[in-house]
């Protein structure tokens, strides 16, 4: 029996965190509003329209909200084009033999449609999947529901059929809210509550799929 998979992909598919880094510094220096790596961590992960406030306090207008998230964006983009993302370990080998046994799969991620579809053209990988949730899809972010359950809606998958791949606390208790089995990614050894819970998606057991559907 195969079900859905909706993959989390900053994180868990592929490390863009450095440049989603150079993005932002290099970004809110233009605007003269320079930012530290440490206050870029501490965001990472977040919605723009959830980090930005934080860092224009009172000049944070949607206009200039979007703004600045658009050129911050399309950065992002051109740095990944020009550096080239590889997949992480496990990441290729798990989303292809997916596809070939028939499970369906779906990205679900709280970033812009055209850096999910940049990351996927560079990475290669856009094949191995039916459906793409992206910022411009949802309302609210990570531990919300919102993400995982429309993925599911456009797959056609119920909850119970999904298994969600994170790398973060707010997704892995999102796809608990959704009703969903989750397995957790944490290369930085920060233990994740999800139902299996692994460094690299290469350690993950050649069955564990199929055992998460099982016990749904």
Same mark, same amino acid.
């Given at each position: ?8 992909? =900053?994180g ?5 965190? $450095?440049?989603?880094? +150079?993005?932002?510094?290099?970004t809110?220096?233009? &605007? ?5 790596? =440490?206050? @870029?961590?501490?965001? @990472?992960?977040? %919605?723009?329209? &959830?980090i930005?406030? %934080? ?10 909200i979007?703004? #600045? *998230?658009?050129?911050? $964006? ?5 740095? #990944? ?5 590889d997949?992480?370990?496990g990441?290729? $080998?798990? +989303? &292809? %033999? ?8 779906? #990205? /679900?991620?709280? *970033? ?8 996927? $053209? ?6 191995? @999947?039916?459906? +793409? !949730?992206?910022?411009? =899809? !949802? ?7 919102? !993400? @995982?359950?429309? *993925?599911?809606?456009r797959?056609? /998958?119920?909850?119970a059929?999904?298994?969600?791949? &994170?790398? *973060? ?7 608990? %809210? ?13 233990? +994740?509550?999800? =139902? #299996?819970? !692994? ?8 069955d564990c ?8």
């Amino acid at each position: 029996m195969t079900g859905a998979v909706l993959w989390d992909l =900053d994180g868990t598919l592929v490390d863009s965190e $450095e440049y989603h880094w +150079l993005a932002w510094r290099d970004t809110m220096a233009s &605007e003269g509003l320079p930012i530290t790596r =440490d206050e @870029f961590l501490k965001t @990472f992960g977040l %919605r723009n329209d &959830e980090i930005l406030p %934080r860092w224009l306090g009172a000049a944070a207008t949607p206009a200039r909200i979007q703004q #600045i *998230a658009d050129a911050k $964006e399309q950065r992002y983009r051109n740095l #990944i084009r020009a550096g080239g993302l590889d997949a992480l370990p496990g990441a290729a $080998e798990w +989303l &292809e %033999r997916l596809h070939a046994e028939g499970w369906r799969q779906a #990205i /679900a991620s709280s *970033a812009p449609r055209k850096n999910v579809e940049t990351v996927l $053209e560079v990475t290669r990988l856009a094949d191995c @999947f039916q459906a +793409l !949730v992206s910022a411009e =899809d !949802v309302t609210i972010g990570k531990p919300d529901p919102q !993400v @995982f359950l429309t *993925a599911a809606s456009r797959l056609g /998958a119920a909850p119970a059929q999904c298994i969600v791949v &994170e790398d *973060a606390a707010a997704g892995v208790e999102a796809a608990r %809210r959704a009703g969903m089995r989750s397995i957790g990614v944490s290369r930085n050894g920060k233990q +994740l509550p999800a =139902d #299996i819970a !692994v460094a690299s998606l290469a350690d993950l057991p050649a069955d564990c799929f199929a055992h998460l559907l099982a016990r749904a």
